[in-house]
């Protein structure tokens, strides 16, 4: 493949054999190397991780070697491995940054080309589009040494990065109670990188974790793609209830996002337990610091500020943008809609087993399941409800925007409309508190409709006045 790569919200990801292959992953890793020696110098360690996805361990030596052709060394995971972990190995190496060839919750002929800061963190625009700007548009550009050479060189070193990891979370978060809770915990790992996470850390006490979907198949069977939204997760609700499991813990494809079940096999949407993440925090750990939240996250997150007497910074969507401005204000949490969360004291990058591990140290603490956690957060905030419609559009993309800009509605879903904000998207503030936000997606050809309101009520009716000023209906 030659010409252009874009990249998205979090890197570039594309089509397995189409666009996605072998030499545009070297043309990737050559932008990388080059961005890195710019901005450092030579022998620096950049570490390099992979999903379980088709042909990855084999995308990543061929990044692997790339890099080590450039002059830099390269720590290599000997396996799949979750996204947070390998953050957390660029921080525990002291490396450079990081490389992790993942296309996360896309569908299963996808794959993708992640990088990551000094910190394990999502790098700023500004970062991926130098470079983006620095990759060769021929493969011909690309310096390359074969890895088994670079091996014998030491110049790539396999590594498990499993032990430090787990250091670093019993750190941060003392287990031994969930163990001993007596809970029957169902993790649903979407096939992917999450399996057996939960057990290594919770087995050998009172509690059981049961796993479902938690072997590799690159194809998600049951699932349209490892996303921990519905209707994805409805295999895993229904084993919820056929197992009698107290909780539901999903993880995606690569491990840093997570979805939440109840005990009766209802969805906790990924805005109810931001909300959660914040408050258990806040209320159950006595943590204090700032709040880092995109502009299509939930609004409880402000209420809890006010609450608490703490800052809430919005950022764009995605972590490119919640990562940096984590470092900058010290943040105790930061989170997205799509169910990513990181956390103080750790790495600035979505971290779903550390976030899985939270939410059941909430529900050990306060003695609650999973709805009626959901019933303490609504005593202090009040109810919010929220949904989401993913539509694909054709054409040209500045031709909808247009449309949005110029529709100008004073009342979407029967709720005066207070004012638009385009920070990134089209995001319409409602009179109740809630908002109806227009976005179209960084990684593939869709058109999000979000909303969040007070009213359960309006929630169907917001979202259809959604896809009519976007002319989808």
């Known amino acids: 493949m030659s010409g252009k790569i874009k990249f998205g919200t979090d890197g570039w990801r594309g089509s397995i054999a189409e666009d996605y292959t072998y030499d545009s992953v070297r043309r990737c890793a050559q932008g990388f190397a080059s961005y890195l020696l710019e901005n450092k110098s030579k022998h620096e360690i950049v570490v390099i991780g992979y999903d379980m996805r088709f042909l990855s361990e084999h995308f990543a030596a061929a990044a692997a070697e790339v890099l080590a052709a450039n002059d830099l060394i390269v720590h290599l995971t000997k396996s799949a491995t979750p996204t947070p972990v390998i953050s957390y ?5 002291g490396a450079t940054g990081a490389i992790n060839i993942t296309a996360s919750h896309n569908p299963p002929n996808d794959n993708g080309f992640k990088v990551r800061d000094e910190n394990g963190g999502a790098i700023a625009p500004d970062g991926l589009n130098e470079i983006e700007s620095m990759i060769p548009d021929t493969i011909q550009e690309v310096k390359r040494v074969p ?16 032990p430090a990891y787990i250091d670093q979370i019993n750190n941060l978060i003392d287990v031994q109670p969930i163990r001993d809770a007596g809970l029957t915990v169902l993790v649903d790992p979407m096939w992917g990188n999450g399996s057996g996470w939960f057990s290594r850390f919770l087995t050998g006490g009172e509690s059981k974790i049961l796993e479902i979907h938690n072997e590799r198949n690159p194809l998600f069977p049951e699932m349209t793609r490892p996303e921990p939204i519905p209707p994805n997760v409805d295999a895993g609700l229904r084993a919820t209830v056929e197992n009698k499991a107290d909780v539901l813990i999903v993880t995606d494809g690569d491990g840093d996002r997570v979805g939440l079940g109840d005990e009766q096999g209802k969805f906790i949407d990924q805005l109810r337990v931001y909300a959660l993440l914040a408050y258990y925090l806040l209320e159950v750990r006595g943590f204090r610091g700032p709040i880092v939240k995109t502009l299509s996250t ?35 949490i930061g989170g997205e809609e799509s169910g990513g969360y990181a956390f103080q004291g750790h790495v600035p ?125």
């Open 349 to 473: 990058e979505r971290d779903g087993i550390l976030a899985g591990l939270c939410l059941l140290d909430m529900m050990v603490k306060l003695d609650r399941k999973p709805s009626e956690l959901v019933e303490l957060l609504f005593d202090k905030v009040g109810p919010h409800y929220y949904d989401r419609i993913d539509v694909s559009f054709r054409g040209d993309r500045k031709s909808y925007e247009k449309r949005i800009l110029e529709a100008n509605p004073d009342v979407i879903g029967g709720i005066k409309v207070n004012g638009l904000q385009t920070t990134d998207g089209f995001r319409f503030d409602l009179d109740d508190g809630g908002w109806l936000l227009i976005r179209f997606s960084g990684t593939e050809p869709i058109l999000r409709v979000y909303t969040e309101t007070t009213m359960k009520e309006r929630v169907k009716n917001i979202l259809e006045d959604g896809l009519r000023i976007a002319g989808l209906k």
């Open 147 to 162: 890895i088994e050479e670079a091996v014998d060189a030491g110049k790539i070193e396999y590594f498990d990065p499993s």
């Open 298 to 332: 939930t609004t409880m997150l402000n209420k809890l500020g006010k609450l608490y007497n703490i800052p809430v910074h919005e950022t764009g969507v995605g972590f490119k943008y919640v990562a940096p401005k984590m470092v900058e204000t010290n943040a105790m």
């Open 89 to 93: 190995s660029v921080v525990n190496r």
